[in-house]
């Protein structure tokens, strides 16, 4: 019973790289999210989708693109990793108000 | 967009219940109100939910005033490894499906010996 999968779970950047954190869910869930977390902080909203198809800007999405490829996976793609961008990224699904996470992934950008 | 105010810190020590508040003003008609409890280097994990009045589970009680304005997680008996950060989130009710889910500044709870 996998849940959430996150992958990877560390990587570290140059500034200017770009990279694509990737997100399943085998619940059968519609919404799915990105949040990070920077050290000592709460979880901010990047993108989320309501369903297939159809993803929304969150709190902070500058600087993220994000694709809804079908129901299970939901990626989060960094086009030029910026130093501000180094935190903790947590993919979520949801269901009647209830948030599932991943393990998280740690990235770091120097 | 629901927004959640919390306190920032509270300290309690072993054995005494714990009461966290969460205010939410402009919850709507259909959002249901869950807690979430964060260790460090985790995801949050779900703790309760809950629409209208009490709900208890085998770790924690949610009361809810009719207003539902606010809502107060209860943790009974708390232990060290109860400290940890609480988050109170609303949304997601039925016809509401789906809408942004984001998280306050949630409350640190230190539990001493």
């Known amino acids: 019973n996998a849940g959430v999968t996150q992958t990877p779970k560390f990587q570290v950047l140059k500034t200017g790289q770009s990279m694509t954190l990737q997100c399943a869910q085998d619940?059968?869930?519609?919404?799915m999210y990105w949040y990070r977390q920077d050290p000592g902080m709460g979880l901010r909203l990047i993108y989320y989708?309501?369903?297939?198809?159809?993803?929304d800007k969150g709190e902070v999405p500058n600087g993220y693109n994000v694709s809804r490829l079908n129901k299970r996976e939901f990626s989060l793609r960094l086009e030029s990793a910026a130093p501000s961008q180094t935190s903790v990224y947590f993919c979520?699904?949801?269901?009647?108000?209830?948030?599932?996470f991943g393990e998280g992934s740690r990235l770091t950008v120097l | 967009l629901a927004k959640t105010t919390q306190p920032i810190s509270m300290d309690s020590y072993e054995g005494q219940e714990v009461n966290i508040t969460c205010s939410h003003n402009?919850?709507?008609?259909?959002?249901?109100i869950t807690w979430y409890q964060q260790f460090p280097s985790q995801g949050p994990r779900f703790i309760i939910q809950g629409y209208k009045t009490k709900v208890t589970n085998e770790v924690a009680s949610l009361f809810i005033p009719a207003d539902r304005k606010s809502s107060t997680l209860s943790l009974p008996r708390v232990s060290l490894s109860d400290t940890a950060v609480y988050y109170c989130l609303v949304g997601d009710g039925p016809g509401n499906a789906g809408n942004m889910l984001t998280f306050g500044g949630g409350t640190r709870l230190m539990v001493k010996p």
């Open positions: 619940m059968n869930h519609n919404s």
């Open positions: 979520a699904s949801s269901r009647r108000g209830e948030l599932f």
């Open positions: 402009n919850i709507a008609t259909n959002d249901y």
């Open positions: 989708s309501a369903s297939e198809g159809t993803t």
